[in-house]
C-alpha cells in the first residue's frame, strides 16, 4: 500500500499535542506534507511558528484553554502529557484529565479523528517470552500505563456514544537507536512511525483501533493482525544495531529490562514513601 503523502489531499489543520517533546519535534518536521497549516501546542517553549505552521502554549489539564486549541482543526494527534513514570498526582492532570478535555473537545467541535499515542507500557507487565495482540487484556505497569490504558479507554467510548474514531498507537521504544536489549524488541524508527501515522489519518472506517508501534524487528513481542486494515508495513529493522547493544555489559537475569515487557517502569516507585 502506498506511503506517499504527496499522493494523499493534505489536511486543512493537523493538531499535534506535546510538539515540544522528543517526538513531538521530530514529527513536527516529518508531518508537514500532511497538512497545509500545523498547529503546535505544548505546556513547554516551542520554537517559534515557520511557514504552514501555528504555534500555541496550552496545559492539557486546562479544559477552556483545550476547547480554544482544539478549535478549527481537522485531525489531532495527541502526543501530549507525562511520557514517563512519575507520582499519580503528576500523571493526573496532563494524562488523564487532558486526554479528556481533547475528546470532549473534539466531541464539541466535530473533530471526527484522532491519533492517541497510547504506550507498550499498558501491557507491561507481561513477560518478554509471551507474544501479544491487541485483544490480549491490558496489564499496565505503573501509574503512566494506567493512565495510557485510561486514554484507550476513553477512545473506544467516544467512539461507540459520538463516532470519533481513534488510531491507538502502542509506541514501543521510539529513538534514533534502540538503547539496550529491550528496545531490540521494542524498537520503532522515525520513518515508521510517521508511516504508521499516516495510515492512521488517511485509512477509512478505523473505530478504535490498537496498533503496536513498532518496527520490522527480528524478535517482536507483539502481533498486529488486528490492525491489518491500516496497511501499516514498518521498513526498518534494528537488527543493524546488534552488535552496538551486544557490546554493552549483560544486565543480571532478573533485571526487569531482562524480564518484563515494559522493562524498568515495572520497579519504579513507589513515590511518596520517603
Same mark, same amino acid.
Given at each position: 500500500? %502506498?506511503?506517499?503523502?504527496? %499522493? ?17 519535534? #521530530? ?14 501546542? $505544548? ?38 502529557? #507525562? ?107 522515525? $520513518? ?50 546488534? $552488535? ?7 544486565? %543480571? ?5 531482562? #524480564?518484563?515487557?515494559?522493562? %524498568?517502569? #515495572? ?8
Amino acid at each position: 500500500m %502506498a506511503t506517499d503523502p504527496t %499522493a494523499q489531499k493534505p489536511f486543512d489543520r493537523l493538531l499535534l499535542t506535546g510538539a515540544a517533546g522528543g517526538l513531538g519535534k #521530530v514529527l513536527r518536521e516529518t508531518l508537514r506534507p500532511y497538512a497545509k497549516t500545523l498547529r503546535l501546542s $505544548d505546556i513547554a517553549d516551542m520554537a517559534p511558528a515557520g511557514s504552514g505552521e501555528e504555534v500555541q502554549i496550552c496545559d492539557l489539564s486546562d479544559k477552556q484553554a483545550v476547547h480554544q486549541l482544539v478549535d478549527g482543526v481537522d485531525a489531532i494527534l495527541h502526543f501530549g502529557g #507525562v511520557s514517563v513514570e512519575r507520582p499519580f498526582e503528576e500523571i493526573l492532570g496532563a494524562n488523564i484529565c487532558g486526554v479528556f478535555h481533547i475528546y470532549e473537545a473534539a466531541r464539541r467541535h466535530g473533530v471526527k479523528r484522532i491519533i492517541f499515542a497510547s504506550s507498550n507500557h499498558v501491557i507491561g507487565f507481561y513477560k518478554q517470552d509471551e507474544t501479544l495482540d491487541a485483544h490480549s487484556p491490558r496489564r499496565p505497569d505503573g501509574y503512566y500505563g494506567l493512565s495510557k490504558s485510561y486514554g484507550e479507554d476513553m477512545a473506544s467510548f467516544y467512539f461507540d456514544r459520538y463516532g470519533i474514531e481513534t488510531v491507538s498507537i502502542r509506541i514501543g521504544s521510539s529513538f534514533p537507536e534502540p538503547q539496550n536489549r529491550r528496545m531490540m524488541s521494542t524498537w520503532l524508527s522515525f $520513518d515508521d512511525l510517521t508511516q504508521l501515522i499516516e495510515r492512521a489519518l488517511y485509512t477509512p472506517n478505523v473505530g478504535h483501533t490498537v496498533v503496536y508501534g513498532v518496527s520490522d524487528n527480528k524478535t517482536v513481542w507483539w502481533n498486529n493482525h488486528l490492525a491489518s486494515h491500516l496497511g501499516f508495513t514498518p521498513k526498518d529493522c534494528s537488527e543493524v544495531f546488534r $552488535d552496538k547493544v551486544e557490546a554493552q555489559p549483560m544486565p %543480571a537475569a532478573d533485571d526487569p529490562a531482562m #524480564v518484563y515487557q515494559g522493562g %524498568a517502569f #515495572v520497579a519504579a516507585g513507589p513515590f511518596g514513601d520517603e
